[in-house]
């Protein structure tokens, strides 16, 4: 305000009084901010890595605490609690929308993957049914290869899960002849492929039987569709996509993992293998 007396005039600033909230891990202080009558936003606590953190002004726990213009003060905020988190990576994920409404700690999405922490007191977490445009869902695996469909919260380590993703595939198949007949062979019409590279068949249902523990042995065993004459794949097409010329069995395995990873926006894939003289 001003205050004028004759050709004398007298200013007054007036400076909000600063007050400062203190969060400290035991003795150590992790962050000050200061805060004012003109200031009340309530600040961002500190994170502690590693850590899913309770914090305390006095008794109360601070997400209950309201900064008002009635009751500034120097505040001091302790973590009251800390309990350890482990990570959880899933590859492969799919469709990430399916973990949305999980209430998973510090969810994240990236390059296909799904992220998030777990903790000792939290209940166990069921795994989604995946979903996918481009491809069927399998099933979730742990780094050992086993059926994963609960995460066991009491593991208290880091997991790592991915996603078993199948495409199906039609099989078309040109210029056969004397066709094997001793029960070596078994002609598929249609097979389904999955991205860690092993191939099933439907036994029944929607229930999935392996028949092919990789992509070589399939490659393999379409291969040996001509052993009295020794005739073997030269060519793999796929419908509306590309041709690959095959001259041996690695040929035909790369080209079949191709086929599995095909990101075309289809579950199925058509394809036709030409067979010849090597």
Do not use: C
């Not at 191939?199 to 042995?217: L, P, Q, R």
């Amino acid at each position: 305000f001003n205050i004028s007396i004759g050709d004398i005039v007298v200013r007054a600033n007036k400076t909000a009084i600063q007050y400062t909230i203190t969060f400290k891990d035991g003795e150590t202080v992790l962050k000050e901010v200061n805060y004012s009558i003109e200031k009340l936003d309530k600040p961002e606590v500190p994170a502690i890595d590693g850590y899913v953190v309770t914090w305390k002004e006095g008794t109360t726990n601070w997400d209950d605490v309201t900064l008002s213009a009635d009751n500034l003060r120097n505040i001091t905020v302790t973590v009251a609690s800390k309990v350890q988190t482990y990570s959880v990576t899933i590859n492969n994920a799919g469709d990430a929308s399916v973990f949305e409404n999980l209430g998973l700690r510090d969810y994240a999405t990236a390059d296909g993957n799904v992220t998030f922490v777990y903790t000792a007191e939290d209940s166990s977490i069921t795994l989604p049914t995946g979903t996918s445009n481009s491809y069927d869902f399998l099933r979730w695996v742990n780094a050992s290869g086993d059926e994963v469909t609960t995460i066991d919260t009491s593991a208290v380590q880091d997991i790592v899960i991915t996603g078993v993703w199948l495409k199906t595939i039609h099989l078309n198949y040109e210029q056969v002849v004397d066709m094997n007949t001793s029960g070596e062979y078994i002609r598929y019409a249609r097979v389904f492929m999955s991205t860690d590279g092993k191939v099933y068949t439907i036994k029944s249902g929607d229930a999935y039987t392996k028949i092919f523990d990789s992509f070589t042995d399939f490659a393999t065993h379409l291969n040996n569709y001509e052993t009295k004459s020794d005739r073997g794949i030269t060519n793999i097409s796929i419908a509306n996509a590309d041709s690959y010329t095959v001259t041996n069995i690695a040929d035909a395995t790369r080209v079949l993992q191709k086929i599995a990873e095909l990101q075309n926006g289809s579950k199925e894939a058509n394809i036709t293998l030409t067979f010849g003289q090597w």
